[in-house]
């Protein structure tokens, strides 16, 4: 059932008077209404924790990107159509520098204008994506008048004197007319975007080498791997200084060095947009294994895999945050890249992954680690007709059926998801095949998630769902309070201190939640709550008060 006709339907019936709705705190929001016009978007880091703000309140970017080559008139109706579909509030697309450059200094702004204007009519948010010199390693986004140049915009050498499908980090040239190029783009951000419907931009994409190639050997990098490591370098890693890049990081000088040379030459892309418009800027990742990395030629040499953060901490402060393009499916290791990459000093954003089911599941630990955001690839269908696209998106076996309903679930609650997890009180987890039920502690209690067909009494065992789609969020409102949240699990509190102790379900009641606002629709009692709190398929949020006896 179309869920606003749901609640249109249901705002009929008066509520009796027991039924209050709660506003959950807004601190944050009052700052910013008092402050006028949009503020502009920002990242803000407390104790470790890491918030977006968007107008002036935290907000959690339920985003997905779209094709490499769907961001063009032609294809963008699929995209709005898709993006509709997943409820999802902020669109990922590539600005081609091609396209938006192409010829010297003559700037074509008209796809980022339809980008903006397409995303604004259709309530949502942008994160730009700049396919700048970089783009998955190679440079195949470069003008075509650049590509007909290769002396003067160079690709890296190998060690064996042959040209690489990479660009060279080492060419001034290249630098330059991409430094131009993205100064173009955020001056005309700025001008055309004063709402801030774009709230980040990408620079670059998944940059560094791919193919075995570890680091450039043009004459300009081999003169530079001899010359003694960068002073910010060799302080941020507390190394001896002074010395050249093999004595400094022997077996690991050539990867170190791609890494510096690459980060180093996108931050000054990044510094120059940065001085026309100060948005968020982030790069993302090609990671490597996260348990069992093999030799850097295994990997995309040069980008900001988990071994190399401190290089690009070091070498790119103008870039906000290092972001995992997460395509790792088995679960271990998705949960390693998480705990990788949310770190104090990095924002968690998660802005590719797989969005097919079961793996949508893994929205929810993105969310328990912190996570500013999450995006999977590839949405849209711009090969399908409306009518087929209609079609498919009618079986519950549509690739991202999942995402839609998580999305579904977590869009209204956005802003109070994002705050509390600011103030580190989100707790989020998803169904780990293979483990039927989930504990973990929440104030003073033992969190209990079992996955699989809830059953009457409290020592049925848990037999986990078929596929494993299950995952819950805890919000903590207050002491003993809670917004919960979830699919395809129950939900119960075990008091933890006292063995004598029981929990008790105090009041739970089915809310919608409406902005920073709980409106009630009913009481939970009885079968509902008597072994726990059941969530199945329909995205549901209770308000949720316990005590002990
Ligand atoms: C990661 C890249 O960043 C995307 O642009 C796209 O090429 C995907 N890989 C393809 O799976």
Redesign the pocket.
């Known amino acids: 059932m179309n869920p606003t006709k749901f609640y249109s339907l249901r705002s009929v019936f008066k509520l009796p008077a027991q039924l209050q709705a709660v506003v959950v705190g807004t601190t944050l929001a009052v700052s910013a209404a008092s402050a006028g016009s949009p503020p502009l978007p920002r990242l803000v880091q407390q104790d470790g924790r890491h918030a977006l703000i968007v107008d002036g309140e935290p907000y959690l970017i339920l985003g997905a ?1 779209c ?2 080559s769907s961001a063009w008139p032609s294809t963008l109706p699929a995209v709005w159509r898709e993006l509709g579909y997943l409820n999802a509030n902020t669109l990922e697309a ?1 600005v081609y520098w091609e396209q938006f450059e192409p010829a010297p200094d003559k700037f074509d702004p008209s796809i980022v204008d339809q980008l903006i204007d397409g995303a604004r009519a259709h309530q949502l948010r942008l994160v730009l ?1 700049w ?1 700048g010199t970089w ?2 390693g190679s440079s195949h986004y470069l003008p075509l008048w650049m590509k007909a140049q290769p002396e003067k915009f160079p690709r890296m050498i190998s060690k064996e004197g042959k040209p690489v499908d990479s660009p060279s980090p080492h060419s001034p040239e290249t630098l330059q007319a991409d430094v131009h190029a993205f100064r173009a783009l955020m001056k005309h951000l700025k001008q055309k975007d004063p709402e801030h419907t774009v709230i980040m931009v990408q620079v670059e ?2 940059p560094g080498t791919w193919g075995g190639f570890v680091r450039d050997f043009s004459p300009a990098a081999e003169k530079l791997f001899a010359a003694p490591v960068p002073a910010e370098l060799t302080t941020k890693l507390r190394v001896e200084s002074g010395k050249n890049w093999t004595d400094t990081f022997g077996a690991n000088a050539d990867e170190y060095f791609h890494a510096w040379s690459v980060a180093h030459y996108i931050n000054q892309v990044a510094a120059a947009g940065k001085e026309e418009y100060a948005l968020p800027l982030y790069i ?1 990742v ?1 990671l490597r294994d996260p348990l069992k990395p093999g030799p850097a030629t295994t990997y995309e040499s040069g980008g900001a895999t988990d071994n190399v953060i401190d290089i690009w901490k070091a070498a790119a402060p103008a870039i906000d945050l290092l972001a995992p ?1 997460i ?1 790792q499916f088995e679960p271990e290791k998705y949960l390693k890249v998480l705990d990788l990459y949310a770190r104090p000093d990095n924002a968690l954003l998660v ?2 992954t797989i969005g097919m089911t079961p793996f949508h599941r893994h929205f929810f630990d993105a969310l328990g680690h912190g996570a500013i955001g999450w995006s999977p ?2 949405v849209d269908h711009p090969q399908m007709s409306d009518a087929e696209w209609l079609t498919a998106t009618q079986s519950p076996d549509y690739g991202d059926a999942g995402v839609a309903r998580n999305f579904r679930l977590a869009r209204a609650a956005m802003r109070i998801l994002a705050r509390i997890n600011y103030e580190g009180k989100l707790h989020a987890v998803s169904e780990e095949p293979g483990h039927p039920e989930a504990i973990f502690p929440v104030q003073r209690w033992d969190a209990k998630l079992t996955y699989g067909v809830p059953a009457f009494g409290s020592n049925h065992k848990a037999q986990g769902n078929p596929k494993p789609t299950g995952g819950a969020i805890i919000a903590e409102l207050g002491p003993d309070e809670f917004l919960v949240g979830g699919f395809s699990c129950r939900v119960d509190f075990l008091p933890r201190s006292d063995g004598q102790a029981q929990r008790e379900f105090l009041r739970v009641e089915e809310v919608k939640v409406n902005g920073n606002v709980l409106e009630p629709l009913r009481i939970w009692n009885g079968d509902e709550t008597d072994y726990g709190l059941n969530f199945a398929t329909t995205p549901t949020w209770l308000h949720v008060k316990l005590r002990t006896f």
């Open positions: 990107q094709h490499n590539p994506l396919f783009k998955n994409n998944e993302n090609a393009d395509y802005p590719e690839f590839g």
